[in-house]
């Protein structure tokens, strides 16, 4: 008996689920059975985890905007700058540590803008730490604790393909800052894309995750890292049982990343457009199934074109496995890996087909050409960059996008005071079609009384007169 005691969580819950039921057992609920039964738990499974997972304080400072700015009282005393005050702000989330030298994974929504970031272990001792890399796209961010010859616990990192739906999870953060927590449940779904963030493929819970869980493990039986949660789907702001956590093969390919010492995250340039494939389109195509990633462009000369993809055909699985829409295509090419050669699976006209593709960054195959524009003309004190699949991608912008367009900004210049915009794309100026950063400047070198702008923001074009 004392040695059934001991056993694990994973094995008392695999004994017990091997046991002959009554058909009274199976039809009505019942009490513990056996002193056995009574000694089921998961404190084993949080022994081995929870020391892994760390609390994550990020501070940034803030600019306040003075209450009395734009009164004219005031802006007698003062001029038109008017004393602005500078606010501390505080943020707490959660992160796990993946390598024994003090590597951790945590969300960047949960440090993005900070000035100042600790680490604070489950024993309460508290770090300084660095950023490694980050990127907004996929929300994630690596740290590394600022220690010196001290090994730390890690969570080791498991197989998020091997996840099925109806698996027991456990999800490990700090939410509402009230300190470590455990909470239980099972993958609720796969492959879901309805959160506003750019993975577009998530792990569904049922587990609670509520704020301050961001960045923290959601861990299988075996005591592995599946997915880091990052999201919850609520009106009110706390845990309605549904939850999101980033599959951690994700999170393998961007600690790689990290570890190779890249300053951005690359991801793989397809070269074509794709859209979900509707009951319609299935009916249309003669598809037995509502899913894959329905190709409905490709780029000239783009990895996809040299694959032979074509508009019309439906792009059903990477390697194997299956692609339920465009953002699982986008995540299975991302988790493969710059430089890998990806088997596509394709119907076209009812034959199922195999392309072959490798993938790579996307090229800079024009020139960015950067410049800072001066003088006095409404574009002053704008950076603009010729645009190239390259640019787009880190613009966050469509990668078949072409022209000139608005990198950044200098404050309180011309162009911001005027509501110009990062990724604003210029059309024309004056009636001359910008095609690139030469011609922007030359067209803004002339002294007009009047200037009419065209410019290109969020798909939408938008015309502004200045004098």
């Known amino acids: 008996m004392q040695v059934l005691l001991k056993r694990t969580a994973v094995s008392m819950i695999a004994l017990i689920m091997t046991m002959p039921l009554s058909a009274e057992a199976q039809t ?248 979900p494939v509707t009951s319609d389109v299935a009916e249309a195509l003669g598809l037995d199934k509502v899913r894959g990633a329905l190709v409905t462009k490709v780029v000239d000369g783009g990895p996809a074109a040299k694959a032979g993809l074509k508009a019309g055909e439906v792009v059903t699985a990477v390697n194997n496995i299956p692609v339920e829409h465009p953002d699982a295509l986008g995540y299975r090419l991302t988790t493969a890996g710059l430089g890998a050669t990806v088997d596509l699976t394709v119907l076209d006209n009812g034959k199922e087909l195999h392309d072959s593709m490798m993938l790579a960054a996307a090229p800079e195959s024009t020139p960015r050409d950067e410049k800072l524009i001066q003088g006095n003309n409404p574009f002053s004190g704008a950076t603009v960059a010729n645009l190239s699949p390259r640019v787009a991608d880190e613009l966050h912008l469509p990668t078949d996008s072409s022209g000139v367009v608005v990198e950044n900004l200098k404050a309180d210049s011309p162009a911001d005071r005027l509501g110009f915009a990062p990724k604003d794309i210029v059309i024309s100026i004056n009636g001359v079609n910008i095609t690139s950063t030469d011609v922007l400047q030359q067209a803004v070198n002339g002294n007009p009384s009047f200037w009419r702008v065209e410019i290109e923001r969020d798909g939408q074009r938008i015309r502004q007169f200045f004098r």
């Open 28 to 275: 009505a609920k019942s009490v513990p059975q056996s002193q056995m039964q009574m000694q089921l738990s998961f404190a084993p499974l949080v022994k081995q985890t929870a020391g892994a997972v760390v609390n994550v304080y990020a501070e940034r400072q803030v600019q306040q905007r003075s209450p009395f700015a734009g009164d004219p009282f005031f802006e007698q005393f003062f001029g038109q700058r008017m004393p602005n005050r500078t606010e501390k702000q505080a943020s707490l989330g959660s992160g796990v540590i993946v390598e024994a030298n003090g590597t951790v994974i945590t969300n960047n929504h949960v440090i993005d803008g900070a000035d100042d970031i600790k680490i604070a272990l489950s024993d309460g001792r508290e770090f300084p730490c660095k950023v490694v890399l980050k990127d907004d796209r996929v929300d994630l961010a690596v740290l590394k604790i600022q220690s010196k010859n001290e090994s730390f616990p890690i969570l080791p990192i498991g197989n998020s393909d091997a996840v099925e739906v109806g698996d027991l999870v456990l999800a490990i953060g700090n939410p509402f800052g009230v300190g470590q927590t455990v909470t239980s449940g099972i993958v609720s779904a796969l492959a879901r894309n309805q959160v506003k963030n750019e993975v577009g493929f998530f792990i569904q819970t049922d587990a609670s995750i509520n704020p301050g869980n961001s960045g923290g493990a959601l861990a299988n039986m075996s005591g592995e890292l599946i997915g880091l949660n990052t999201a919850i789907f609520s009106q009110g702001g706390g845990s309605n049982g549904i939850g999101f956590a980033i599959p951690a093969n994700l999170v393998k390919v961007f600690l790689a990343a990290a570890d190779r010492g890249d300053k951005t995250f690359g991801r793989p340039y397809i070269g074509a457009s794709f859209e």
